[in-house]
């Protein structure tokens, strides 16, 4: 492979991983989030800062970035579980401009001018670039997924599934929404931490305007296309909409519109996605991508 697809299937690997913190958010909790690239965009930026100012290595700074992420994530998710619908939706998405407006005009965070300088990641003395950082990225995905499966076998993803499709049912059945509603979000927003500080260490610069508003919207048509609340879905969603700009190149700079067109045409005639039951997929391979909705 060229130096050119294999940073592509890099950012394909990153922009999985991110789709499947939404999954666990969209498609397992059933709760609506449209402001995901915010805590993608706070994972990355925690990085940075831990590498470039506290100098720590990528490997020691990983968990304090998931871990502030995820606390941040259970934090801003707490008034948000008061909120359904329209109103959560609306709620997600002013999260999102807040966090980036942060990122933006505060000085400390670099401003507009972004933070520079970020290290590259070694292991055992061995930089990571080009095929190595891409081996790298597809195991914290497979790491991603198998945390993704547990999480559907276990009580709290029973929960979810339950709170997913009677919220009320489940509540009068003795199941909390919010404590399972928050756990969903936690686990959600800590692997779109993991997905921000891998795209740090490969941008190695990263500024505000990379985790706006339309970053969440293309994370949300990955989900759709490749099946809401599939284990594999957004796997799917990411390698087909991170693929498609660049093997049509003359459409790169319409590719909020394509991605807007795309989650509008499978609301309408696949909402269930392509892996989801009834999908156009799962009825060529019977059984498979749906694991999350049983």
Same mark, same amino acid.
């Given at each position: 492979?060229? #130096? ?13 991983? @991110?789709?499947?913190?939404?999954? /666990? ?14 805590? $993608? ?6 990085? =940075?800062?831990?590498?470039?100012? =506290? ?8 968990? *304090? @970035? !998931? ?6 994530? &259970? !934090?801003?998710? &707490? ?6 619908? +329209?109103?959560?939706? !609306? ?7 807040? @966090? #980036?407006? /942060? ?5 400390? %965070? ?35 997924? =198998?945390?993704?499966?547990? %999480?559907?076998?276990s009580w709290a993803g029973l929960a979810?599934?339950?709170?997913? #499709? ?24 800590? &692997? ?17 305007? +990379?985790?706006? $508003? ?7 048509? &990955? ?12 796997? *799917? ?10 093997? $049509? ?46």
């Open positions: 492979m060229g #130096e050119y697809t294999i940073t592509i299937l890099i950012f394909i690997a990153i922009q999985a991983i @991110v789709s499947c913190g939404l999954n /666990v958010i969209v498609g397992y909790a059933g709760q609506i989030s449209l402001g995901h690239a915010a805590f $993608f965009g706070i994972g990355a930026y925690a990085s =940075a800062l831990l590498t470039t100012r =506290a100098g720590l290595t990528f490997w020691a700074a990983l968990p *304090l @970035v !998931v871990l502030i992420t995820a606390s941040i994530g &259970m !934090v801003l998710g &707490m008034p948000s579980l008061r909120l359904r619908e +329209d109103f959560l939706a !609306v709620t997600t998405i002013g999260i999102n401009f807040i @966090v #980036e407006s /942060v990122f933006l005009y505060v000085p400390f %965070f670099g401003g507009a001018l972004g933070i520079g300088g970020i290290p590259s990641v070694y292991l055992f003395g061995t930089r990571l670039k080009g095929v190595l950082f891409l081996y790298m990225c597809l195991a914290f995905l497979a790491a991603t997924l =198998a945390i993704s499966w547990r %999480f559907t076998r979810c599934f339950a709170l997913r #499709e009677e919220e009320t049912a489940a509540s009068s059945a003795g199941v909390s929404p919010v404590r399972f509603k928050l756990t969903a979000f936690v686990i959600g927003t800590a &692997m779109a931490g993991l997905g921000g500080a891998l795209y740090a260490h490969q941008m190695r610069f990263i500024s505000a305007t +990379d985790f706006g $508003f339309p970053l969440s919207i293309m994370m949300m048509s &990955m989900v759709v296309l490749g099946g809401i609340g599939t284990l594999w879905g957004p796997v *799917l969603g990411a390698l087909i909409l991170g693929a498609l700009p660049e093997i $049509f190149r003359p459409l790169v700079d319409y590719r909020m519109l394509l991605n807007a067109a795309v989650l509008l045409m499978m609301i309408r005639f696949q909402p269930e996605g392509l892996l989801g039951e009834g999908g156009l997929l799962r009825r060529i391979l019977p059984g498979r991508g749906g694991e999350g909705r049983g």
